[in-house]
């Protein structure tokens, strides 16, 4: 059974940074590509950023230059490090495979709130 625990998240004012963890069971972790992905209240799940088997990384527009994704698979773990985190960034975030045509089962998420 895939099971996938994020943590991290937390309050922080703006411009302030925050690194998430997301550690994976049940699966072979290095040969999946993964990534973290966001919801805000009332907006439908967006996918932030994408590390692949080979370490290359993907990110969406808005994150570009703040965000920075890894992963060690030894840990079975892969990291989102925020920095000049910004209101607009405030949201539940996950991780999952990246932009799959399956996904594992989501899990609980952690709460990311950018706020003065």
């Known amino acids: 059974q895939v099971q996938l625990v994020e943590s991290g998240g937390g309050l922080v004012q703006p411009g302030g940074s925050l690194r998430l963890s997301c550690t994976a069971s049940?699966?072979?972790?290095?040969?999946?590509?993964l990534g973290w992905y966001r919801q805000a209240p009332g907006k439908q799940r967006e996918a932030v950023a994408g590390?692949?088997?080979?370490?290359?990384?993907n990110y969406t527009d808005s994150v570009k230059g703040r965000f920075t994704i890894s992963r060690d698979n030894t840990k079975n773990t892969v990291y989102l490090q925020m920095n000049s985190l910004k209101p607009e960034d405030t949201a539940v975030y996950y991780c999952?495979?990246?932009?799959?045509?399956?996904?594992?089962?989501w899990g609980q998420g952690t709460q990311v709130t950018v706020s003065s």
């Open positions: 590390i692949t088997t080979s370490s290359n990384t």
């Open positions: 999952n495979r990246w932009r799959a045509g399956r996904y594992f089962q």
């Open positions: 049940g699966i072979i972790f290095s040969t999946h590509n």
